[in-house]
């Protein structure tokens, strides 16, 4: 800002009820707020004659405590929900609070270990594997998508200048999902390729994460050597199918080529 000339607007928001020992559901339904709080400053400033410039998302987490819920797969989960959601309503920037803070007895907003018992300084948080899988999946421009008959199922669907269609697929229920990616105007080739995040079965806030079935040495993050492991590899058929366990992420890629889907 340069005296009354602002170049953008600044949101934060830690999403869940303060200081609140949140249950799951809450955390993941709360993504839906981001377009909501845009929609309210570009109202604010309307009234009072001011331009309505790009906003940023320059500070969000959660305020979940004392069930691990900030160290948990869930809020990375929830992370790629408010990225996704923060590209849909057309927000400038979206930076997460923060890199390393104190474990806090699991009420940690750090995505890398500081002083955590038993886990090395540094070490990644769930939400670490999350941003970089999806980021890894995000491609050059967001598509256009519609949702039936899937609820508690949220896309976030992408195409690559190269031609691959990437998404991140966010199942938020306790129940197993099976989706099926139909592309409009798109052909595909032979293959696509899926990375599965889940948490520790059973556990709502699991401070592990496992990449396609593999997970930590630790007590706590994710596969220490989690660039080598490989995507599950499917082929493509008349249709693309894709399996969500409950409560996980599915980070997709799907090839290029000539063939047309059902």
Same mark, same amino acid.
């Given at each position: 800002?340069?005296?009354?000339k602002a170049?953008f607007?600044v949101?934060?928001?830690y999403?869940?009820?303060?200081?609140?020992?949140?249950v799951?559901?809450?955390?993941?339904?709360s993504?839906t707020? $981001?377009?909501?709080?845009?929609?309210?400053?570009?109202?604010?400033?309307?009234k009072?004659? %001011?331009p @309505?410039?790009? =906003?940023? /998302?320059?500070e969000y987490?959660?305020?979940?405590?004392?069930?691990?819920?900030p160290?948990?797969h869930?809020?990375?989960?929830?992370?790629v929900?408010?990225?996704?959601?923060a590209?849909?309503?057309?927000?400038g920037?979206?930076?997460?609070w923060?890199?390393?803070?104190?474990?806090d007895?699991?009420?940690?907003?750090?995505?890398?270990a500081y002083?955590?018992p038993?886990i090395?300084?540094y070490?990644?948080?769930?939400?670490?594997?999350?941003?970089?899988y999806?980021r890894?999946?995000?491609g050059?421009v967001?598509?256009n998508?519609?949702?039936t008959?899937?609820p508690?199922?949220?896309a976030?669907? $992408?195409?690559f200048?190269?031609?691959q269609?990437?998404a991140?697929?966010?199942n938020?229920s %306790?129940? @197993?999902?099976? =989706?099926? /990616?139909?592309?409009?105007?798109?052909k595909?080739g032979?293959r696509?390729y899926?990375?599965?995040?889940?948490?520790?079965?059973?556990?709502?806030?699991s401070?592990?994460?496992f990449?396609?079935g593999?997970?930590?040495?630790?007590?706590a993050?994710g596969?220490?050597?989690?660039?080598?492991?490989?995507a599950?590899?499917?082929?493509?058929?008349?249709?693309?199918?894709?399996?969500?366990?409950p409560l996980?992420a599915?980070?997709v890629?799907?090839?290029?080529?000539t063939?047309?889907?059902?």
């Amino acid at each position: 800002v340069a005296g009354y000339k602002a170049d953008f607007y600044v949101v934060h928001s830690y999403f869940t009820p303060y200081n609140t020992n949140s249950v799951v559901t809450t955390i993941l339904n709360s993504y839906t707020y $981001t377009g909501i709080y845009k929609d309210n400053v570009w109202n604010e400033v309307d009234k009072a004659g %001011k331009p @309505k410039l790009p =906003v940023a /998302l320059t500070e969000y987490n959660i305020f979940a405590v004392n069930s691990n819920q900030p160290v948990s797969h869930a809020n990375g989960m929830h992370a790629v929900l408010v990225t996704g959601e923060a590209m849909r309503t057309g927000y400038g920037a979206a930076t997460r609070w923060d890199l390393a803070n104190g474990y806090d007895n699991g009420n940690d907003h750090g995505m890398f270990a500081y002083n955590e018992p038993d886990i090395p300084i540094y070490t990644p948080h769930p939400a670490f594997f999350h941003m970089y899988y999806m980021r890894e999946h995000t491609g050059d421009v967001l598509l256009n998508s519609t949702m039936t008959g899937a609820p508690a199922v949220v896309a976030i669907p $992408t195409a690559f200048s190269s031609g691959q269609i990437g998404a991140s697929l966010i199942n938020t229920s %306790k129940l @197993k999902k099976v =989706v099926r /990616l139909n592309l409009k105007d798109y052909k595909v080739g032979d293959r696509f390729y899926t990375y599965t995040l889940t948490g520790t079965e059973g556990l709502d806030f699991s401070r592990k994460v496992f990449v396609n079935g593999v997970g930590p040495a630790l007590v706590a993050g994710g596969p220490a050597d989690y660039e080598a492991v490989k995507a599950s590899s499917s082929i493509i058929g008349d249709e693309i199918k894709i399996v969500l366990p409950p409560l996980s992420a599915v980070y997709v890629l799907v090839e290029p080529g000539t063939k047309t889907l059902a």
